[in-house]
């Protein structure tokens, strides 16, 4: 039941050419083409706030509710010459830092080193 309160915000929230999609067992991933990296930080702001004020209700008990949910978000910004695989990586690890600094957050991932005054 999370995780379908989860997909129903992404797909309401997620619009356009934007594509969210299931990343593994309880991570997605949204991408955001031509999306500035403030835009991007946001949506997914926008996404984790949504998903704690959400209410999720056990299987067939309308009165018991599951309890607090939350989402850590690594958001991370394609940069020239970068591959597919360092960019989710470079998200991977800024998710990880979400959830290494209390959850329910936030946070952008350094860009590379070469690429990190642009």
Known sequence: RVL????QIMRAN???KDTAA???GE????????????????????LRALVAASRVRRGGDRD?????ISVSIGV???VAGESPTDLVSRAD????????QGRNRVVLAPRPAAQAGQ
């Open 14 to 16: 997620v619009k356009g």
């Open 64 to 68: 018991a509710l599951i309890g607090n």
């Open 76 to 78: 991370a910004d394609h």
């Open 22 to 24: 299931r990343h593994g």
């Open 4 to 7: 379908a309160n989860v997909v």
């Open 93 to 100: 690890r800024a998710l990880y830092t979400a959830k290494m």
């Open 27 to 46: 991570e997605f991933a949204v991408v955001l083409p031509n999306t500035p990296r403030g835009g991007a930080v946001g949506l997914a702001e926008a």
